[in-house]
């Protein structure tokens, strides 16, 4: 088949990307790259500068140099849909076409990057492994990452072969839905398919990503969706369930019974980039609540007539979620103010303000013990 009828058959059903994703507003947001004779593709993985990327003529090796820009977003990433050079030796990505949803963290750099994890995908499975004590609090995170994206998340519970008994494990589901209102929760495993049907299910309608930290199972469970050992895969340590970074890259692979996925390395950091909307959602109890404070700008600390507080009080939210809420957004906020010189100004003089304040009070109270 010949280069241009490559293209041509862009809006054919059978057009060779459409099991990666390609469809009729791809195919329109290409239109000026196909008119320059690039060729449509999506990356595979991405290492030191250079991409797999499928093609309608297959893999390409790629590099990255033309449009990896100075900020961070922007560098080229598994999921992304790009255009490449028809040939050549060396081959190069001209073009980035805009991403749908994109999975951002904060990384470790002193100038708060943000690192793009993942692009264009439906659906995170946040994957929690049965196989420790559950963390809440990482959960949350995660959460507050994945709505941030724009996608769907779902909390899959691996290894749950290791709760035999049917009401433990229904009260750590139970656990999991509570931290995380509006999200499926699903215990699977790996070792005897409890699950796998459901999760194939969902993860066959566009494009999944698997998020978890070391060790809890995704590579194992990117092999039983696969229905093949593709994933290198190794065991936990005993002593704290922890595993080593089998998955070293992001890979990209589309699923026998439809859909693509793609795997990621085990992250030790989740740290929260711009993602105010993201820890809302998680929190939306804490968000309706607030609504009904008697200030608008309550702070839920010692405010009279706070909602939340009272609802604190009264048992009907846990305390350990506020704390994670306040938690999370003081993160968020600090990172935001770090890019944001306004914002930075607006937080001095929040402190400022609660410093008068509670000096004044400290005062008072003096005065009152005399």
Known sequence: MSFSSLLGSASSSSHPLVPYGWDADREAEFAPCTAKGLLPGRVLRVDRGQCDVITPTGVVRADTEFVTPRDPMRVVCTGDWVAVDPDGDPRFVRSLLPRRTAIVRSTSSKRSEGQVLATNIDHIVICVSLAVELDLGRIERFLALAWESGAQPLVVLTKADLVPD????????????????????????????????????????????????????????????????????????????????????????????????????????????????????????????????????????????????????DGALPERRLESYRKLVRENQRIVAKTDARLRAEIRRDWKLKGAEGRAAMQAKRGRLR
């Open 166 to 313: 049917v009401t433990g494990l229904s009260y750590l589901v139970q656990d999991v839905e509570t931290t995380a209102p509006g999200v499926q929760v699903l215990p699977v495993s790996s070792t005897t398919g409890e699950g796998i049907e459901v999760l194939r299910a969902i993860v066959a309608d566009g494009t999944s990503v698997l998020l978890g930290t070391s060790g809890a199972g995704k590579s194992t469970l990117a092999n039983a969706l696969l229905g093949e050992d593709v994933m290198d895969v190794r065991a936990t340590r005993d002593v704290d369930g922890k595993g080593r970074h089998t998955t070293t890259t992001r890979n990209l692979l589309v699923l026998p019974g439809g859909g693509v996925l793609i795997d990621t390395p085990g992250l030790r950091g989740v740290g929260l980039w711009d993602a105010a909307t993201g820890v809302n959602q998680v929190f939306s109890e804490i968000e309706d609540l607030a609504q009904q404070c008697r200030f608008h700008d309550c702070a839920h600390e010692a405010e009279p007539g706070c909602a939340v507080l009272a609802a604190i009080e």
